[in-house]
């Protein structure tokens, strides 16, 4: 599937993988791929990302997904549903740092271990991957851009989506910006 990636999407696998490292994650996250796609300068990502506002306000961006990864990655939608049960996770992430410290629901955090290889991609970074390459076919385009993976970000559910959408680049958003919309969601 790699040999089928523009040079950008390449770069955004790779800047993908230096997220991680620099994160000390155990692996490469969604929000990896959204950060290395925040990187990009001169691309279309980076243009929709511009035209969406996204750049004015990427340290909100960060930040909502730096709220989301404390409390052990739930999204917004998720701690919603469990507040209707009854359930306080400001309060349980509140009383769990307070015995254990900033930061202790965070997970996929790696130990002190030392890596001697690349951090491989999680189930929901390779399901991205995978999402890209089908929204390319679903728009006949022969090659996977970094359009196409951002395309993907805004498809799949998560934290990731949820922040994008939360920001104003919904799939629907994206698409418009980059293609004028109403083009195949590639979605399977």
Known sequence: MFERFTKDARDVVTGSVGHSERAGAESVTDEHLLLALLDQEGTRTAFAFTALGIMDRRGSVEDALADARRQAGLSKADTDALAALGIDVAEIVSRVEETHGAGA????????????RRRPFGAAAKGTLVQSLRIAAG?????????HLLLALTARRGVVAEVLADHGATYEAVERVMYGGGAARGAG
């Open 105 to 116: 629901l965070q997970a996929g955090v790696a130990s002190n271990k030392r890596w001697s």
């Open 139 to 147: 728009r006949g385009d022969r090659e996977i851009g970094g359009e």
